[in-house]
């Protein structure tokens, strides 16, 4: 029996093999209209996938700003520096009670 292609299965693997996925991406690519709905279950079964604002302008030159989410482990694996000489903020998650469950909510560039 084949396994079902899912909306998660198909954003996790868009952000394995890219550099994360915002909305409009979902959208064109997937069919996918509510992707924020579907990197809640994500992070519900344990990845870490954080938020990054992007800003910019749209077509009439005004600024917009829009989030890409991004996996953390794809972050610090196309980083040349350590991870721990960048991360500034960190949250805990699920109740962590060491630092191997702490997201970086800022990285340094």
Request: zero cysteines; glycine letters at 4%; proline letters at 3%.
């Amino acid at each position: 029996m084949k396994k079902e292609i899912t909306q998660d299965n198909r954003v996790l693997q868009h952000l394995e093999e890219n550099d994360g996925i915002t909305s409009w991406e979902a959208i064109k690519e997937y069919g996918i209209t509510r992707l924020s709905a579907v990197i809640f279950r994500l992070r519900k079964e344990g990845h870490n996938i954080v938020n990054e604002t992007v800003f910019a302008r749209n077509r009439y030159d005004e600024p917009v700003h829009f989030v890409r989410y991004r996996l953390v482990a794809k972050i610090l694996e196309n980083e040349k520096e350590p991870w721990w000489k960048r991360i500034r903020f960190f949250m805990w998650v699920n109740g962590a009670t060491s630092h191997n469950n702490l997201l970086p909510l800022k990285i340094l560039k």
